[in-house]
Nanobody
Framework: QTQLVESGGGLVQPGGSLRLSCAAS????????MAWYCQTPGKQRELVAE???????NYRDSVKGRFTISRDNTRSTVYLQMNTVKPEDTAVYYC????????WGQGTQVTVSS
């Protein structure tokens, strides 16, 4: 059964750092485009960052220079390093795996507050 399990969320102060992890039980993990999305109440899920199978990355403008997405194909895990976080980064963060089929994790809450 395919599973994506996120971890690493929590409460962090503005300006602080957090690293999210997403462990995937996927065959051929290295062939998937992996991504992080965020969602706040009443809004649609939005792309934060993605990393393709070839290692190329894309980021939403508001996180460029602050967040870094990476992947470890030997561990079937994707990471989101969040630096210099802001209150507006507060959201539920979801991991997504996409290839022929799309899979989603259950989400992890990130709250940026003093």
């Amino acid at each position: 059964q395919t599973q994506l399990v996120e971890s690493g969320g929590g409460l962090v102060q503005p300006g602080g750092s957090l690293r999210l992890s997403c462990a995937a039980s996927l065959s051929s993990f290295s062939l998937y485009t992996m991504a992080w999305y965020c969602q706040t109440p009443g809004k649609q899920r939005e792309l934060v960052a993605e990393i393709l199978a070839d290692g190329s990355t894309n980021y939403r403008d508001s996180v460029k220079g602050r967040f870094t997405i990476s992947r470890d194909n030997t561990r079937s895990t994707v990471y989101l390093q969040m630096n210099t976080v802001k209150p507006e980064d507060t959201a539920v963060y979801y991991c997504r795996a996409g290839r022929l089929i799309t899979y989603w994790g259950q989400g992890t809450q990130v709250t940026v507050s003093s």
